[in-house]
């Protein structure tokens, strides 16, 4: 990864969710603007209707895979038995007298872990928030005009596709630092 591109995924990940709104804010000024000039048109009301429903059920549904994801860390992290002292003082010994240590137990006792962990509370936080306002549209405000339905759709979609791709995107990470932990052991 080029040193540019890892500036601005420091950048992006030091307050992700502010920049997840900032992409929806442009994208729905885009859509606004191309509706105005005619060079898109609204979709008929029943469509905007499901299409709510499906964004609330796809952000329900990807907040329980994040969480279950969320839940399986926290459960390895109770369940190990190494800690930041126990790896350095490890990195230090002489290879006959190193402790074999498994290399997601070092990624448990790492700085990585709780930048996850931040990260997948905070996807799911924004997949429930969807999911919550799209189910309130229909419930509750079901008598506002059809662009507000849609604009919500649209701003959904492309919230529940930044925040997948984070937790994808935190997720390569974790596989990268496995692998730079395996070569390390390896040399």
Same mark, same amino acid.
């Given at each position: ?24 804010? @442009? $994208?729905? !000024?885009?859509? /606004?603007? +191309?509706?105005?000039?005619? %060079? &898109? =048109? ?16 796809? @952000? $329900?549904? !990807?907040?329980? /895979?994040? +969480?279950?994801?969320?839940? %399986? &860390? =926290? ?113």
């Amino acid at each position: 990864m080029s040193q540019l591109s890892k500036n601005i995924f420091d950048y992006y990940f030091s307050r992700p969710v502010v920049w997840d709104l900032t992409i929806v804010l @442009a $994208f729905m !000024s885009l859509y /606004f603007f +191309l509706l105005r000039e005619c %060079l &898109l =048109i609204l979709p008929d009301s029943d469509s905007i209707n499901t299409l709510t429903l499906e964004v609330s059920n796809i @952000a $329900f549904t !990807s907040a329980g /895979f994040v +969480l279950t994801f969320l839940t %399986l &860390l =926290i459960t390895f992290k109770v369940g190990a038995n190494v800690s930041k002292e126990d790896i350095k003082k490890n990195q230090k010994e002489k290879d006959a007298d190193k402790k074999k240590i498994n290399i997601f137990d070092i990624f448990l006792a790492s700085d990585y872990y709780n930048e996850t962990i931040r990260h997948l509370k905070n996807a799911i936080k924004v997949l429930i928030a969807i999911a919550l306002i799209g189910y309130l549209l229909k419930l509750v405000f079901i008598s506002l005009i059809d662009e507000v339905h849609h604009f919500f759709n649209i701003a959904g979609v492309v919230l529940i596709s930044a925040t997948l791709l984070r937790c994808l995107v935190v997720l390569t990470k974790i596989l990268k630092f496995h692998e730079q932990e395996e070569i390390s052991e390896s040399s």
